[in-house]
Structures are given as C-alpha cells and as structure tokens.
C-alpha cells in the first residue's frame, strides 16, 4: 500500500476496488477511505473458541477447524442455483458445509486447505453440517504436495486473515459487499496509512480515560478480545457525545443573548390566580411554577422541558404560565398532539378560570371558538380568529397544529408551550421552531427579534443520561409527585383463560357507577390480515388482532347489551369525537372502546378500568400513558393487560409495566430493555449509533458534558479549535432537536 493514501481519498482509487465495487460500497454510504474506517463492525464472530467436529450440537453455533477433504459445485435440480458442498475433517469427524451461489469459493477453497467454518450447526439428510457459514483459510495441511505449490498465490491472504484465535469482525453489509470483503479491504488500509492526527486534545483523553484515535480504529477493526472493542467504542461514543454537548452548550448561550419579553407576575395577581383553582398546587408543582416564573420574568427566552408522571397535574402549570403572558399584554400560544387533548385544555381553563377576559381561542382543524370570560363564548370563523390572533385582541391560543399553519400569526407572541412534545416528530418541531422564528423576524423589525419563551411537556420521562445529552441545551423541571390521596393502579396481566371472570369484574364496576376504557391496537380489520396469517414476531398481523369495531359489536351486543357501550376512534369525524368524549365525561357512556386516540392527556376522572387488548402491541410507554387515563380520581382503579403472546420479551416488558412505581423507573427499564436507538427512534435523533447505544452510560456521558465545558470555558466561540467548530456545525444539523 502507497502512503498517498489519505482519509480523503476515495475508495475507487484504493487498490483492489474496481468501479462496480465502488457503487457497492457506496451504497453503504462509504464514498472515502475515512468512510470505510469509520464503517464500525456490529458485533464480532469469536473464532477463538474451536470446537471438536464430534462435538457439534445442531442448533447451537460453533467454529470449527479443519482440512477440506472435498470440494465440488452441485446445480439445483431447476438448475438456478449453484451449490458449493465442502466436507471438512478434523480428528474427531466430517461435516459438510454448503453455500449457494457462490461460485467464486471453488476456486478459492481448495481440497487440502485448512479452514475455520463458523455458524449454526445443521441437522440434514447427510448428517451433521453448516449452511452458509463464515470461513477462513488458516493454511494448507502438510501432506498436501500439490497444495504447498499453490501456497504462494494464497499466501498473501492467508496473512491479512489472520483471524484464528480470536475475534472476527461482522459488518453491516449490502448486496455484494460481505464482511469478508469488507475485512480484505479494511486491513491493507489501516496497515498503510499514516499517523492520523487525533481529533480529541491530550489532555482530555487523559482525563476522561480515552484511548487515542489511532489505536481505537485498530482495537475496534481488529480486537484481540471483547475489551478491546469496549474501549475502542467507548473512544467513538466519547467523541459523539463530546461534540453533541459542544452544541448543548454552545445552544444555550447563543439563547441566553437572544431577547424575549420579561413577562413578570405581581405576587398579589398570583394569590388570585392560584385561589382560584378548585386545588391546591403540590409542592412540586408549586416549585416548578417557581421555576417558570422566574424564566418567564427575565428578558432571555426561557427554554425549558417540564417532566412529569401522567397525571401529576402539568396542564395547570402551563395554563398559569399562558396567564402570567396574558397579563404582561402579551400572547401565549398552547399546542397539543390530539383535538381532543386541546378541546379538553381549553376546558379545563374555562373551567377554572371563567372570568379571564383577554380572549381565549381553541383553535384546531374543524374550527375555532372564542371565549372571553363568564358567558361570553362563541363559535368563531377560523379567519376571524386568526386576525384577532395577529392584532392582538385574543391573548391566548390553544390549539393543534392548526396553531402553526401558515398564515396564524400573533401581535405579541411571548410563550409557546408544547404539550406531549414527544408526539411531535423533528419536522413538527422544526416548523415549529422555524415558525417561531419566523414570527419574531417579522415582528422583530418592529422590536427588536424577540423570541418566546419556550415550555415543552411531556409524560414520557425521559432518563437521565438522555436529558442530559439529547435534551442537553433545555432546563429540565420535574413534577415530581401526583396530587395526594390518589392510589395506586393496581396493573395486572390477564390471561386469556381469565376473559370471563375480568368481564364480570367491570360489570361490578360499571354497577357502581364507574366508567371503562377499552383499548384495541386497531380500528378494523384490513384484508392484509386476512390474507398474510401470522409472521414469527408474535403476530401483528395475526388474524386475531382486537379491533374496536368487533370489540363495539361484541360488547355491546353480547357481553354488556344492558350497558352503555361507545367507541372512538381516529377515523370517527372531529364533531363525532367530540360529541363521545363529551358523553364520556358527562357520565353518559360506561364502556368505550377505543384505539390510541385517547392515548395523551385525556383525563376523565370518573372512569375506573383501563382494559388493553393486545397489550403486547404497545410500547411500553403507550401503555402507562393508557395506565395513566385512570387513578385520576378518588376510586380505586385497575389496568388489565390482555395479551395472547406468551413470548418472554412480552412478559418482560408487562411485568415492567406492572412493577414500576412511577413513569422514571419505567422509562429507564424501557430504555435497559430496548436501548437508546429505539427508545427515542433512531430517526429523531440522527446520532450515530454508537453514541446512541452509550447514552445510558452515565459515566461517559458526564465527562464528555465536563470536556465540552471546560474546552468552551477557555474559547467560548471556539476561536482556537477551528477543526472543533466544523464538526460541531455539521453535527448540529445532524442533531438538533429543535
Ligand atoms: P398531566 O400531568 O398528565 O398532564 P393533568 O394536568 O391532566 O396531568 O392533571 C391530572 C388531573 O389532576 C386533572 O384532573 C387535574 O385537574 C388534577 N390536578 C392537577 N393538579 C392537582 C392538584 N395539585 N391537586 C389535585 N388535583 C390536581
Ligand atoms: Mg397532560
């Protein structure tokens, strides 16, 4: 290999990639030699445990060594495939070991060759063997004359794989591109090339025990044993999550010089709003009010995500928080996921305080209404009640995404607030930020671009090491605690043999005046269920798959004929969502069934029993947001978790659900079951996936956060790390949530 060879250099001028194999590679987005070194294995093979022949369990995987006694290439009897059959011996036994299609091994694989297979072992008609198992040539047998005259032209193979005794790298592969390509291409490289100038100061790899650049990309691409491929991770995570708290950081002080109304609240206008309230705060929400109006009364805008269980009362808090905007003179803005969520807010504020009068407007899809204090409420058009958005005449907006439609536009916008913002994808948020951009550039020639304060809320916790990476540029608030005297929910797992006697318990409950969710995975069947039967993960699309529609029927014609059974779902008209959910709170429906649509927020006090069917095909966090829609009020209430899946992830994850005393140690057990990536979803994240997988390493995650403090600390605007300020503007693109 030439040492003009560089990270830059593309892969079609490296040696052995011709053009074709170019656009493989690309397919995998690897484009530079960089690229490529970067390209990380997913896991390793251990070929350091060999095992005898004799020995083979079918169905277990193993590695075994041994000379090829055989080697011929076989046609299907349609004559579309090929066969390559290999016997291979040991002193113990034979195996067979087949590939299909792969002609190009008859003439790498030769009778006399020693080899390693690794794979599942296979029971077949010829015995004991492997299917497509990975191989390596170690050598040729001694006693193979004619093979020892070969030896040369193998020779150099024969060194670069060198895998024997110990770990094998696996890669992400494309069509065409296999890890044994892969590993073929990626030695000479790492062999050939220069010193690569770490990245990362000296300093800071001392203090946070990270190996060097160079040495990582070796122990990562080549390991001896699993260590070395921990601590070649922990290296890349390290670096990731060093530059993401770089742009945590350097978010939060561009914020800090941003301009924002200072909303600020007399202490006296306070007493007032908070007597007016059918409760009294807890402590903690009393805290975190603190905390908002303390934000709200600076002129920096306030950038602040409030976390709190289902049900810990996070709705009054921003209802407050609009308030003290209103009172300032200016507007506040308030977005829910679901209009039946921003009907139910809207409520709630009408509710509490009936005589606001600076104009509330809810505001979605099917319409706006306006209310503007004891008895003054009236539907509205649309267009009437966005203009008396833009003038300034309503102070309040509580909506959907109706709210960042194009065209709404306000006077004196001074707080956004964000309901369940983690049902909100990137783009929602984006538009959203890029609304309230655009909302103060237009005002801004007028006053100077002020920004809102910004409050989002959600009731999936979100762990720790997650906020302090992913969520890093925002002030956390955390209610901690429900309202007192309510019970807990007691959750439990019902088996299908158990159906009958659960029925009879919600007729019980129904009996003393309680109401009952029932929740299916989907609205109706689709003719895919009937035609694709069941697949191996439990079955999705299994044709027994509860949905509300059979459910209504069943229940309301069989089970429950006496009782008053609805159902709601997103396919229902918006005025026919409302009208149910309006029946469901006054009382009027015992039994709805219904899909996810009253997953967030809904809260109905009264009802008692939340029963999931295919429990098994929610997120856990879908299902305590369905847990948390009961226990809202002063009677004890129930989650029934029916599920037909006896698979053990299923249960593990029920029983988590079951277990969890509140929604942080249920996320953090969600976030151990199924890690980071799918925790958040990959694609709301757009971190590598290392990173992503190292986000529940506290350790780590702390001492990139001090990294990056104490570099900034020293060169706040990255002034003497120009290479620093580059990775960090094409990183920021990559993550920034908002
Ligand atoms: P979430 O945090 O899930 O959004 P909500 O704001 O919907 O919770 O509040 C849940 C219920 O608790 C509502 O009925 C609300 O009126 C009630 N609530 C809120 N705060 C208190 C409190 N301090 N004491 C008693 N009830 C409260
Ligand atoms: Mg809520």
């Known amino acids: 290999m030439t040492t003009d060879i560089r990270l830059e250099t593309e892969l079609r001028y490296v040696k052995g990639v011709g053009p074709a194999f ?14 490529l070194l970067w390209h990380f294995p997913s896991r390793y093979e251990d070929f350091s445990k060999i095992a005898n022949i004799v020995d083979l369990v079918p169905g277990e995987a193993a590695t075994i060594q041994g000379v090829i006694q055989e080697i011929k290439i076989l046609r299907s009897f349609r004559k579309k495939m090929f066969i390559i059959q290999a016997t291979v011996v040991d002193a113990t036994g034979s195996v067979r070991a087949t590939w299909f299609n792969q002609k190009f091994l008859v003439a790498m694989l030769k009778k006399g060759m020693v080899i390693n297979l690794a794979g599942k072992v296979s029971l077949g008609k010829a015995g004991i063997g492997f299917s497509h198992p990975s191989y390596e040539i170690v050598g040729f047998s001694e006693d193979d004359e004619q093979f020892m005259e070969d030896a040369a032209e193998y020779r150099e193979e024969i060194e670069a794989c060198k895998h024997t005794g110990r ?3 696996i890669y992400p592969e494309t069509k065409g591109v296999t890890s044994k390509g892969l590993r073929f291409l990626i030695k000479p490289l790492l ?11 000296e300093e800071m790899l001392k203090r946070a025990d990270v190996t060097e650049l160079n040495d990582a990309l070796r122990l990562i691409h080549y390991p001896e044993i699993m260590k070395d491929v921990l601590r070649a991770r922990r290296r890349f995570a390290f670096e990731d999550i060093f530059y993401l708290q770089l742009v945590n950081i350097l978010e939060r002080s561009r914020l800090a010089k941003e301009n924002a109304y200072a909303c600020v609240a007399e202490g006296s206008r306070f007493a007032e709003l908070l007597a007016q ?3 009294e705060l807890t402590d903690a929400q009393q805290e975190v009010m603190r905390e908002v109006s303390g934000d709200l009364a600076r002129p920096h805008p306030m950038n602040r995500l409030l976390q709190g269980d289902v049900g810990s009362g996070k709705t009054i808090v921003a209802v407050l928080a609009a308030i003290i905007a209103a009172d300032a003179g200016r507007q506040a803005s308030f977005m829910a996921p679901t209009e039946i969520l921003a009907t139910q807010h809207y409520h709630t504020f009408k509710k509490i305080f009936g005589n606001f009068e600076k104009g509330v407007v809810l505001l979605t899809a099917s319409g706006a209404k306006v209310f503007f204090g004891e008895g003054l409420e009236s539907e509205m058009k649309k267009a009437d009640a966005v203009k008396k958005l833009a003038t300034g005449e309503i102070k309040i907006a509580i909506g959907t995404h109706a709210l ?5 536009v306000f006077s004196d916008l001074a707080l956004v607030v964000i309901d369940e913002q983690h049902r909100f994808g990137v783009k929602q948020r984006q538009a959203l930020a890029g609304h309230t951009k655009a909302l103060s550039l237009s005002k801004g020639k007028r006053d100077g671009g002020l920004l809102p304060h910004f409050l989002s809320m959600s009731a999936t916790p979100i762990p720790r090491t997650l906020s302090l990476t992913l969520f890093g540029d925002l002030d956390v608030s955390i209610i901690g605690e429900l309202p007192k005297g309510r019970k807990d929910i007691i ?12 029925y009879a318990f919600i007729r019980g409950q129904v009996k003393k005046g309680r109401q009952v969710f029932v929740i299916c995975p989907r609205i109706e069947k689709t003719e895919e269920d009937e035609t694709k039967g069941s697949p191996p993960t439990g079955g999705w699309f299994a044709v027994d798959t509860k949905t509300v529609k059979e459910e209504y029927d069943k229940l309301s014609k069989k089970i429950f004929p006496d009782m008053r059974v609805a159902m709601l779902h997103g396919k229902l008209k918006s005025e026919e969502k409302a009208e149910v959910m309006k029946k469901m709170k006054k009382g009027e429906i015992d039994v709805l069934v219904a899909t996810s649509v009253i997953e967030v927020g809904v809260d109905i006090p009264n009802a008692t029993i939340m029963m999931i069917e295919g429990a098994d095909r929610f997120g856990l966090a879908q299902l305590y947001q369905f847990k948390g829609r009961v226990g809202r009020g002063e009677h004890q209430s129930f989650c029934l978790l029916f599920t037909d899946s006896s698979a053990q992830p299923t249960k593990d994850r029920l029983e988590a659900l079951v277990h969890a005393k509140n929604g942080f140690e249920l996320a953090e057990k969600d976030l151990a079951l199924r890690g980071p990536g799918e925790f958040m979803g990959q694609s709301q994240t757009g971190l590598p996936d290392l990173a992503m997988r190292s986000l529940q390493d506290l350790k780590l995650v702390k001492s990139a956060r001090e990294a990056a ?5 020293k060169d706040p605007d990255l002034a003497e790390h120009p290479q620093l300020k580059d990775v960090v503007a094409r990183f920021h693109d990559r993550v920034h949530l908002e």
């Open 22 to 35: 170019a656009l493989r590679l690309e397919k995998l987005g690897l484009k530079t030699v960089r690229d």
């Open 167 to 169: 770990l094998v790298p």
């Open 191 to 201: 062999d050939g090339l220069e010193y690569i100038p770490e990245t990362l100061p």
């Open 277 to 279: 309230l059918p409760f």
């Open 404 to 408: 960042i439609q194009k065209g709404v």
């Open 491 to 502: 959750t439990k797992i019902v088996p299908p043999a158990s159906r009958t006697d659960a």
């Open 709 to 713: 403090e104490s570099v900034l600390e």
